[in-house]
């Protein structure tokens, strides 16, 4: 058997596990202006957002929360959420997509 190393560099941030046998898929998440961020959207399985600087305002459902690096964030299945960058240090993020493909349903 072997086990098979994946450049990052190769992935360009985004990684769907489809391609390189893996039931799950990321990507990798980098905002430097206040207030970015995507719109609501959805996706048929849960998204777990790994923070690893900055801060960031979630929407998710009726409900909002500000996390920040060093926290992690899951959102279950079929709920609508969007978040937004809050302060001024760079945002960084993994976020992590319960699927070996992206699938996002897109809001607004």
């Known amino acids: 058997m072997v086990i098979p ?20 898929s990321f990507f990798l998440e980098r905002i430097e202006r206040e207030g970015a961020g995507p719109r609501l959207h959805r996706h048929p399985y849960g998204e777990t957002f790994v923070i690893r600087s900055g801060a960031a305002r979630f929407t998710v459902g009726d409900e909002q929360v500000v996390a920040t ?19 001024s240090e760079v945002y960084e993020a993994i976020h992590i997509h319960a699927s070996e493909r992206f699938i996002t349903e897109w809001l607004e």
């Open 5 to 24: 190393i994946i450049e990052q560099s190769a992935v360009g941030g985004d990684f769907e596990g489809f391609a390189h046998g893996s039931d799950v």
């Open 69 to 87: 690096g060093g926290q992690i964030l899951v959102v279950p299945a079929l709920v609508p959420h969007r978040f937004a960058v809050v302060g």
